[in-house]
């Protein structure tokens, strides 16, 4: 069965750090371009981060940047996003999603979420004093 496998996450006070990784079972990860997502509760889905197939090029909403990075472990076949000084409003449901294809990351490609064929299972982020 193919999909994507995240861990990380959890809940953190105003100011901290978490990572979160993104594995694959079934497939290699680093074949595909790699999405990361969020969802707060009562909001819509927003793309915030994402490396283009390949991984040479990266993209990072203003929301987080600056201070979110997104990385890939080659040898490990893992892609991880490292979050440093978390806001309140960073609180939310994050998700991790493969896409296939040649392309470049920028806002409009990397958020995209329908062409994503394959997503995580999500994990929780709470910040919260």
């Known amino acids: 069965q193919l999909q994507v496998v995240q861990s990380g996450g959890g809940s953190v006070q105003p100011g901290g750090s978490l990572r979160l990784s993104c594995a694959a079972s079934g497939f290699t990860l680093g074949y595909y371009g790699i999405g990361w997502f969020r969802q707060a509760p009562g909001k819509e889905r927003e793309g915030i981060s994402c490396?283009?197939?390949?991984?040479?090029?990266?993209w990072h909403a203003d929301s987080v940047k600056g201070r979110f990075t997104i990385s890939r472990d080659n040898a490990k076949d893992t892609v991880y996003l490292q979050m440093n000084n978390l806001k309140p409003e960073d609180t939310a449901v994050y998700y991790c999603a493969a896409r296939g294809g040649f392309w470049r990351a920028t806002m409009t490609t990397c958020r995209l979420w329908d062409e994503y064929a394959y997503w995580g299972q999500g994990t929780p982020v709470t910040v919260s004093s």
């Open positions: 490396f283009g197939s390949g991984g040479g090029s990266t």
